[in-house]
């Protein structure tokens, strides 16, 4: 079985300084890792996935995670936060090398990202 | 290319009703998957549907069910709602090309309370 683990529900930063969400995850197989946004009333927009290669992943609008095995982790970071980053972010975890069969997403609970000017 | 639409936006129920739920999958995609999102909670996975058939199912009861057409948009019904049935419902629609299952795109959700 998978899981995803996001500690805490709200990260509070000021506009301009690190943004770091974090996220554990728990599978028996390799995993593909995905951090996905989600504005107000809007459906989930991915910002990037880890599939294997570089473990350094940067996505959209200048985020970038980075994959440790050894911690099990894959936590989000942005050099300097904006205020249109706030939104509610979630971590998910999908088995590698599956068929298709049954290839479903485990979302960790999200963390709310609120930007302070 | 059109994304993943889902109709209707907003949906209010009653106890013990049935709902149906719609989506469109992107051009070009072949599989769409449902996820439940409870407040302040991640998205769930519901099932799956590959081809017309279901591909794999969640931990959700047998009252929740769905369909796949020709033109791979998809339907999630709903019998004998709930209370705890309310929640956003999330399709994402995707490319099975072989033995891979490219990324998942989510629509906007349908909303759904159930009084």
């Known amino acids: 079985a998978q899981s995803v683990t996001q500690l805490g529900s709200h990260v509070s930063v000021s506009e301009g300084a690190l943004v770091l969400l974090r996220c554990n995850y728990s599978?028996?197989?390799?995993?593909?890792l995905f951090w996905y946004v989600q504005y107000p009333n809007q459906g989930l927009q991915l910002l990037l996935k880890?599939?294997?290669?570089?473990?350094l992943v940067k996505g959209i609008n200048g985020f970038e995670a980075e994959f440790k095995k050894s911690e099990t982790s894959f936590h989000l970071t942005k050099p300097s936060a904006h205020m249109r980053d706030a939104a509610e972010y979630f971590c998910?975890?999908?088995?590698?090398?599956?068929?298709?069969?049954?290839?479903?997403?485990?979302f960790g609970k999200g963390i709310t990202l609120s930007v302070r000017p | 290319e059109t994304g993943v639409t889902q109709s209707p936006t907003h949906l209010i129920k009653t106890r013990g009703q049935q709902v149906t739920l719609r989506c469109s999958s992107q051009s070009g995609h072949n599989t769409v998957s449902w996820y439940q999102q409870a407040l302040g909670q991640g998205p769930q996975f519901i099932f799956q549907y590959y081809r017309e058939e279901e591909n794999g199912r969640g931990n959700f009861p047998p009252r929740f069910s769905g369909l796949q057409f020709p033109n791979y948009s998809s339907e999630l019904n709903v019998n004998a709602l709930e209370l705890d049935d309310s929640a956003l419902y999330l399709c994402a629609s995707s490319l099975r090309s072989g033995r891979a299952v490219n990324e998942q795109f989510f629509g906007p959700g349908t909303r759904l309370t159930v009084l």
């Open positions: 599978s028996s197989v390799p995993p593909y």
């Open positions: 880890y599939t294997s290669a570089a473990t």
């Open positions: 998910a975890v999908s088995d590698r090398g599956l068929t298709g069969a049954n290839s479903k997403l485990t």
